[in-house]
């Protein structure tokens, strides 16, 4: 069993910086991708990137390129989201998650197993 917990959220304000940060803990050698996901209310979560626990092959979401990083650190099992330029429709939990698939094309909520408790993520205009 994987546990993920994020953290790093807050309330910024539009045009700001932020990063979040997920640990893995518990059977850290089953998964093999990281990810970062977002749900605003009333919304479906939203996929933003993923990457392997190697820290190589990043896969972005099209809302997230350009202002959004995803980079990982196998032997501290952490995967971060630098976040820059923030908008206020940034607004949303902020979920990590980990998947035991060992290649992913096209990412989707499905293919991911453990889920963290999410970190809320709040920007102001």
């Known amino acids: 069993q994987v546990r993920l917990v994020e953290s790093g959220g807050g309330l910024v304000q539009a045009g700001d910086s932020l990063r979040l940060s997920c640990t893995a803990s518990g059977g850290t050698a089953s998964y093999n991708w990281l990810a970062w996901f977002r749900q605003a209310p009333g919304k479906d979560r939203e996929f933003l990137g993923t990457?392997?626990?190697?820290?190589?092959?990043?896969i972005y979401a099209d809302s997230a390129k350009g202002r959004f990083t995803i980079s990982g650190d196998n032997a501290k099992n952490t995967v971060d989201l630098q976040m820059n330029k923030l908008k206020p429709e940034d607004t949303a939990v902020y979920y990590c998650?980990?998947?035991?698939?060992?290649?992913?094309?096209?990412?989707?909520?499905?293919?991911?197993?453990?889920w963290g408790q999410g970190t809320q993520v709040t920007v102001s205009s």
């Open positions: 998650a980990a998947s035991t698939i060992s290649t992913i094309m096209i990412p989707r909520v499905s293919q991911y197993d453990y």
């Open positions: 990457i392997t626990r190697t820290g190589d092959n990043p």
